[in-house]
């Protein structure tokens, strides 16, 4: 049964262009959360996107953006990239659609570099 | 606005101590607390789920207690090893989906 994944496994960009990450949900989930994780600290929530919805957005920029596909896979883009975008950016998955959303499962995380 | 503390920030101890990190949060307004575990540079593991109508929860050595009134869970490891060094992270569900991390507690387990 094969986890979350995430591709690219590193990415170095420029300031000012634009990324996308990617993330294939554990078998069965359906839903896909993405957070940002600078070093040091905890994961922060970006967004999550169940059927095909972001249904949650935490406090990010519009710069981040993203897209569920109908397999449930996710993409995630950040347009005009700072040196500040810098980071492990995680996707986890879980089940449901229900308020009191089960256990995640993360991927592996992107590390992007921003110089 | 919620807010998820860890402390300490890091802690180390001799092979076969037991560990115990602390987590506290604001707003005792959550859907269940989940604990993570982090190796350096990788993704996270789960180790933990607590609902919010549990008060404890238990797998192998580890043992995570929840007190919502008090916004405080613990999470217990017994018999520290050297493979227990790690980050660990908290994580309390706001609803729909929207966790909130604490910053993690860096563990090193001396031999």
């Known amino acids: 049964d094969a986890g979350v994944t995430q591709s690219p496994t590193h990415l170095i960009k420029t300031r000012g262009q634009q990324v996308t990450l990617r993330c294939s949900p554990k078998s069965g989930h359906d839903t896909v959360s993405w957070y940002q994780q600078a070093l040091g600290q905890g994961p922060q929530f970006i967004f999550q996107?169940?059927?095909?919805?972001?249904?949650q957005r935490g406090n990010f920029p519009d710069r981040f953006s993203g897209h569920q596909f109908p397999n449930y896979s996710s993409e995630l883009n950040v347009n005009a990239l700072l040196l500040g975008d810098s980071a492990l950016y995680l996707c986890?998955?879980?089940?449901?659609?229900?308020?009191?959303?089960?256990?995640?499962?993360f991927g592996p995380g992107t590390r992007l570099t921003v110089l | 606005k919620q807010e998820v503390t860890q402390i300490p920030a890091a802690l180390s101890v001799p092979e076969g101590e037991n560990l115990v990190l602390n987590c506290s949060f604001t707003d005792s307004a959550i859907y269940n607390l989940q604990w993570f575990r982090q190796d350096p540079g990788k993704g996270l593991t789960s180790l933990l789920l607590i609902q919010s109508s549990q008060r404890e929860q238990t797998s192998g050595r580890l043992n995570a207690s929840l007190d919502k009134s008090s916004g405080r869970s613990t999470l217990y490891i017994a018999a520290s090893q050297p493979g227990d060094s790690a980050t660990y992270l908290c994580?309390?569900?706001?609803?729909?989906?929207?966790?909130?991390f604490g910053a993690g507690t860096q563990v090193v387990v001396t031999p």
């Open positions: 986890a998955s879980s089940l449901g659609g229900g308020q009191g959303v089960d256990t995640q499962y």
């Open positions: 994580a309390v569900n706001l609803g729909w989906g929207k966790f909130q």
């Open positions: 996107y169940y059927e095909e919805e972001e249904r």
